[in-house]
């Protein structure tokens, strides 16, 4: 299979996207998952696995090596017909046209990436957000928002001085909390001898997708990827990598649901008015607010 030229990889490559299907859950709400995994690697071989929100069960593009399963940069949010490097239009099968459109979110909705190169986070071509090499560490955390924007990027040797590589001889637990309407994400860790989870970072993701019409339709997935980016078969992790228990919660359904609030009493000194709230809902402006984001 030919790759564009920006992706180096050697034959023995391996690289694989799985997303679970049977389940769709609504953003609006909490979504936590965790697996477990592990894998030997004495001699430092590039790896990088990465877990994933997106709306599409089946993707319609996925890039291995520093892309980690993610969409090819040539296509984004703005609404135009997919097409090939030589500009025919990509239909599916029955003949309708692929198109991406700026109200629907197509593809992810956030990816966390464990990369023992760290080369996740650099900056590409046709404008993917980026860092340049200079900000670029070995056995780092990066995370990429629905707009492929880098919103942490730091040595996971800095959170947990266990993670100083990403290889464990027995299996890690890694567990992810997609909380307060997608403004934040807990990342904890559970060594194999330990029966409880340990913080590891909180990043504080400060965007609300609001203005997308699809947001109850979200799967979660894993990718993985060896090496990252080379031609040389020797940095390819030989040995088995290891994973199970994917398990996810969270609220499945479109509708958002509500509650009326109300006091038992009334008039009197507790007269009131009854109030329909929907306990997860806040109050947010009509446009898309990024903002810079640091692992703490």
């Known amino acids: ?33 965790s697996f477990q995994y592990k894998y030997s690697d ?17 993707p319609v593009c996925s890039l ?8 090819d940069p040539v296509l984004n949010l703005s609404s135009f017909n997919v097409s ?3 500009g025919a239009p990509i239909t599916t099968e029955g003949g309708t046209y692929l198109i991406t459109s700026p109200f629907t979110l197509s593809g992810q909705l956030l990816k966390v990436a464990f990369d023992s190169t760290g080369l996740y986070a650099l900056s590409g071509r046709d404008g993917l957000d980026g860092v340049g090499i200079a900000s670029v560490y070995n056995s780092a955390l990066v995370v990429r928002d629905y707009d492929y924007k880098v919103r942490a990027n730091g040595p996971l040797s800095s959170m947990n001085t266990a993670l100083s590589t990403l290889s464990v001889s ?8 997609y909380i307060n309407l997608g403004r ?7 060594e194999n001898n330990t029966t409880s989870y340990t913080l590891l970072t909180t990043i504080d993701l400060n965007y609300r997708i609001g203005n997308y019409n699809n947001l109850s339709g979200v799967y979660v997935g894993f990718a993985l990827c060896t090496p990252i980016s080379s031609t040389s078969t020797a940095q390819t992790v030989t040995e088995d990598f290891l994973f199970k228990n994917f398990q996810v919660e969270g609220y499945e359904g479109g509708t958002l649901l509500t509650e009326t609030l109300s006091s038992s009493l009334s008039g009197g000194f507790f007269a009131h008015t009854a109030l329909s709230a929907n306990p997860n809902t806040i109050v947010e402006s009509s446009n898309i607010e990024v903002y810079p984001s640091n692992l703490t």
């Open 64 to 71: 291995p090596g520093q892309y980690l399963g993610d969409k």
């Open 84 to 86: 090939t490097q030589a």
């Open 184 to 190: 934040k994400l807990h990342v904890d860790l559970r």
């Open 170 to 177: 027995d299996f890690r637990t890694l567990r992810f909390r």
């Open 42 to 58: 004495a001699s430092s071989h590039q790896l990088g696995f990465a877990t994933f929100l997106s709306t599409e069960s089946s």
């Open 1 to 33: 299979m030919a790759f564009p030229s920006d992706i180096s990889l050697p034959a023995n490559a391996k690289y694989y996207s799985i997303i679970e299907t049977k389940k769709a859950f609504n953003s609006n709400y909490d979504i936590t998952w």
